[in-house]
């Protein structure tokens, strides 16, 4: 990612932020996991996706097959 920004900067010389959104996690139908809220996220992020988090579970990727 690092080097990704430094060429972006270096070809748009007046970006001087570049921020990234990260889903963690996402629906792959492999390994649902039940999810319960910290207080803060409860606090500060309820959402649709977050209660769909909660009632249906998330999935992950293992590692080994991810590409």
């Known amino acids: 990612m690092g080097g990704f920004v430094r060429d972006l900067k270096e070809e748009f010389t007046s970006v001087e932020y570049v921020y990234v959104w990260h889903a963690f996690c996402g629906y792959t139908g492999v390994g649902v996991h039940r999810v319960e809220l910290s207080k803060g ?15 249906d579970g998330m999935a992950f990727v293992p590692p080994k097959l991810a590409a």
């Open 41 to 55: 996220v409860k606090r500060m992020m309820e959402d649709q996706a977050m209660g769909n988090m909660v009632a």
